[in-house]
């Protein structure tokens, strides 16, 4: 069930008796284990950063404009730096799909660039 006219939608359990207040239950995001959200557009620029669960980190938004300038710039340098073209990749150059995924340290991060060169990524526990 879902509180009616709520910003953030929170799942209440069912069993709830009628006079008591609810119970909520973890939002679908908070129960995968995803962290973060962060969308950095084609020129290094942070657009969004999202925190998706209880356990994402603090992180002030200095250190997120960081974070989407450098990752971007990573992106760009593993697109060049890549020696092999992956399959579907329309650059006749070579591969500019740079970093897709990155697993290590307790963290995984996915990152899905669109034709725009838009880049959405997403952090997340592993498991």
Excluded at 99 to 122: P, S
Aim: glycine share 12%; proline share 11%.
């Amino acid at each position: 069930w879902a509180t009616p006219g709520a910003a953030n939608t929170t799942i209440l359990c069912p069993t709830t008796p009628p006079n008591s207040s609810p119970t909520p239950l973890l939002t679908p995001f908070q129960s995968m284990g995803f962290l973060h959200l962060f969308i950095v557009n084609k020129s290094g620029g942070l657009i969004l950063h999202r925190p998706l669960g209880p356990s994402a980190p603090k992180i002030g938004t200095n250190e997120w404009l960081r974070i989407g300038s450098t990752f971007h710039s990573l992106h760009a340098i593993a697109a060049e730096a890549s020696p092999k073209r992956l399959p579907g990749n329309k650059n006749p150059a070579g591969a500019d799909d740079g970093i897709e995924e990155i697993q290590g340290g307790g963290i995984i991060l996915k990152c899905l660039q669109t034709r725009t060169g838009i880049k959405f990524v997403l952090t997340a526990e592993p498991g």
